[in-house]
């Protein structure tokens, strides 16, 4: 694993190399919300291939800028992965993400298309069409973020830790660590800390960018959804967090319907934490559908 950077047009995108990058460029990865690129590891080393995992706009070690008040949709992170996409990768290769970072990619699609061989999503947040509307306007983004749980609690997260160990004290096994191993929780600690001038560490996705980024929803990842490449294959949960009801599932089966659908009743919203080993076995098989291209 090699932390690496990459220029964009306002800022530099953090990332993390995997397997050896004397090699084709296999798959990019992106996170979900308040996560980070390192949170897993223990998805990308067992692939034994050239992965790059972004650290998405407000996280991680990207200095690209945010304003929580602003943002009104994920087409921001489209954007920055279409910049990386034409800057960095020469040749198709698969894009995967987890939940806000399955979507992100999907936006992304329209200006990736020819360079993308392969996808995978877990779990996406694929909204229903008034929820995307209302979202929309400032005023019900600004409730949501009072009303819908996930998003207020968000807005309250603890910043500022005296150290590393303090803060995984406070997530070991609680919340949406419980189920996750040690070792993942430090990952994400590692790659989401960032020391103060005061001697502290911080969290580096602010809460209140982890906040707007709930209740962002006013984009449309459905009109992308017949552009996925037919070696694609999404997992959505049905167990606790699940994003997803059986009506939407149809509808991307309808949309694109040589894609893989897969339902897990029993997985919860963060399964690719809390089960790596399923998640890498399902971007093994869609990896194993692709031929190496000579990327970046």
């Not at 950077?5 to 979900?32: E, I, K, M, Q």
């Not at 807005?155 to 096994?173: H, N, T």
């Not at 800390?193 to 459905?222: K, M």
């Not at 399923?278 to 031929?291: G, H, K, N, Q």
Request: hydrophobic share 40%; net charge positive; glycine share 8%.
């Amino acid at each position: 694993m090699q932390r690496t950077f990459f220029d964009l047009p306002n800022g530099r995108l953090s990332a993390l190399r995997f397997g050896d990058p004397g090699t084709p460029l296999r798959l990019v990865f992106c996170h979900a919300n308040g996560f980070n690129a390192q949170s897993y590891r223990a998805i990308l080393d067992p692939l034994n291939v050239h992965a790059i995992a972004l650290d998405l706009r407000g996280h991680g070690l990207t200095t690209l800028p945010t304003d929580p008040a602003r943002l009104a949709n994920w087409q921001i992170f489209a954007d920055d992965i279409k910049e990386f996409f034409a800057a960095h990768v020469s040749a198709p290769t698969v894009v995967a993400g987890h939940s806000y970072g399955a979507v992100s990619a999907i936006l992304a699609l329209p200006n990736i298309r020819d360079k993308v061989s392969g996808y995978v999503g877990f779990d996406p947040v694929l909204v229903p069409a008034p929820f995307r509307i209302l979202a929309r306007a400032a005023f019900w983004r600004a409730h949501t973020k009072r009303r819908l749980p996930i998003a207020r609690k968000a807005g309250q997260r603890k910043a500022v830790f005296d150290s590393l160990e303090e803060a995984f004290s406070r997530y070991q096994g609680r919340g949406a660590f419980r189920g996750v191993s040690d070792p993942t929780l430090r990952d994400y600690l590692e790659g989401g800390l960032i020391e103060t001038d005061e001697g502290q560490v911080r969290l580096a996705c602010d809460p209140s960018w982890e906040q707007a980024i709930y209740t962002a929803q006013g984009h449309n990842a459905f009109h992308n959804i017949p552009q996925l490449p037919d070696n694609s294959k999404l997992v959505f949960a049905g167990g606790y967090g699940r994003v997803s009801t059986a009506s939407l599932r149809r509808a991307v089966q309808r949309l694109q319907p040589r894609l893989s659908v897969e339902f897990g009743e029993d997985l919860t919203h963060l399964f690719p934490l809390q089960q790596p080993e399923f998640a890498t076995d399902v971007l093994r098989d869609v990896l194993s559908r692709t031929e190496p291209e000579q990327g970046s």
